[in-house]
């Protein structure tokens, strides 16, 4: 016990000793945060800066595409204007956009938008355009009419979407002027009624919030996630380091395998922990102060950071972190090189990752029998579970039942690697098949 506890120890304090690892644990939030917002940031600029060139076929869509860059309460202004005078057609249109509006009435509209096709790809900053958008000329009552945006990226699908809704919704308004159809009164009656999203616990009590619910589940499910695997990579590249300097040899004639192999396990778990712990306490600091504003506007931020999410996360932690870092210690003890672990363990890896990629269907629905029947079983049952519960109340006895599983194959792993490693650490040469390793279990 005392030599098991001295590996952990070792392991434990060259980790934690070392400055990348406090700077990456107090960094790590905000670059996963910035990964988050930043792109959103980027991509919401890059609509709002967009110089667009509208052909209208119709000429009857000047309102729609003359709006100026205009300051943010000047723009709500004009916008609510717009909206009781044209209805919702002009106020979806993308106010920051800088438009060039061309009637194209009288004109053939693809030769008007050819000639404005070298601006697109021109180099001069004054002239150039990002987007010509092409509306024909039966728009309005043909069925067959098609409009057209060109510009240099064919992925550029939020322009698309937004001008087409402003365009679409203009010209619904004047089929229904043109059927006598006042579009203020259609625009009264259509007027759609939000949705509110609402969680009804066992107990009775409702939780508002499916989108931040959705966020916060893939937000801790990286943070319990990611470190397993981390972890698990280093344990791997330390066990084929020591097999390669030969000091596993020196380890093993003063302890058992098992007492160094759970000594190295115990004493990452622990590096994680410490790490996860940072994190959870950055977390909530964070959500205590945002909590505490959004309080103020009316909304209950502690649905989210309950104290049973903190619980689940350190349970469930530890049992994926011990269920996926067993797996990665028997690919470094069969292993005599790095890239042979690595080739070993990455389609595991991948089959291990499954409740991450499946992560919106189990969120969006935790009651269907996916996500009930991974988080019951062996290896994918932690992280699913505690995804379950995050997002709504899954019965006592499957999360104790979920629990159970991942308890009893901890077990069986611990003994399959334990086996595994007290050979392999101590071969070298050729990698072992799969017919060695099961000799190397009867054997062991």
């Not at 670059?31 to 119709?58: E, F, Q, W, Y």
């Not at 000429?59 to 717009?82: C, D, I």
């Not at 994926?320 to 790095?338: D, K, P, R």
């Amino acid at each position: 016990m005392r030599k098991m506890i001295a590996v952990l120890k070792r392991e434990y304090l060259q980790a934690t000793r070392r400055k990348l690892f406090w700077i990456m644990t107090l960094l790590f939030p905000a670059l996963m945060t910035g990964m988050m917002v930043v792109p959103g940031l980027m991509a919401a600029r890059g609509i709002s800066d967009k110089r667009v060139a509208v052909i209208d076929g119709t000429g009857k869509l000047q309102k729609v595409f003359t709006k100026e860059n205009v300051s943010e309460s000047e723009r709500e202004t004009r916008e609510k204007a717009a909206k009781a005078m044209r209805g919702r057609a002009e106020a979806d249109a993308p106010t920051r956009f800088q438009f060039e509006y061309v009637d194209a009435s009288g004109k053939n509209v693809e030769t008007t938008a050819k000639q404005e096709f070298p601006r697109l790809t021109t180099d001069d900053a004054t002239k150039k355009l990002d987007c010509v958008f092409v509306i024909p000329h039966d728009a309005e009552t043909s069925d067959k009419a098609e409009m057209k945006l060109y510009s240099a990226s064919s992925a550029d699908v939020f322009t698309e979407e937004r001008l087409g809704r402003a365009a679409n919704r203009a010209i619904q308004q004047m089929r229904l002027a043109a059927k006598g159809i006042d579009a203020a009164t259609l625009e009264q009656v259509m007027r759609e009624i939000p949705t509110d999203n609402i969680q009804l616990s066992r107990s009775g009590e409702q939780k508002k919030g499916g989108g931040a619910t959705l966020i916060f589940a893939f937000v801790f499910g990286a943070l319990l996630l990611l470190p397993s695997f981390i972890y698990g990579n280093d344990i791997m590249r330390g066990i084929v380091q020591e097999k390669s300097d030969r000091v596993v040899e020196v380890l093993v004639s003063s302890m058992t395998p098992l007492n160094l192999l759970t000594g190295k396990i115990t004493g990452v778990a622990a590096v994680g922990l410490t790490q996860i712990s940072v994190w959870l306490v950055m977390i909530t600091g964070a959500g205590a102060y945002f909590g505490s504003m959004a309080m103020m506007q009316g909304f209950n931020i502690s649905q989210f950071l309950r104290p049973s999410i903190y619980i689940f996360f350190a349970l469930f932690f530890v049992l994926a972190y011990l269920t996926y870092v067993c797996i990665y210690a028997i690919a470094g003890a069969v292993s005599n090189s790095e890239k042979e672990a690595q080739q070993f363990i990455a389609p595991i890896t991948i089959v291990m990752m499954m409740p991450w990629i499946l992560m919106f269907p189990i969120a969006t629905n935790p009651e269907s029998p996916l996500a009930v029947g991974f988080s019951l079983a062996p290896v994918f049952g932690p992280f699913t579970m505690f995804i379950r519960t995050l997002v709504s109340e899954p019965p006592v006895t499957q999360i104790l039942i979920s629990i159970g599983v991942s308890i009893v194959s901890i077990a069986a792993f611990f003994w399959v690697t334990a086996k595994i490693f007290r050979v392999g650490i101590l071969s070298y040469g050729k990698r072992p098949t799969i017919p060695e390793l099961w000799r190397w279990l009867k054997v062991a």
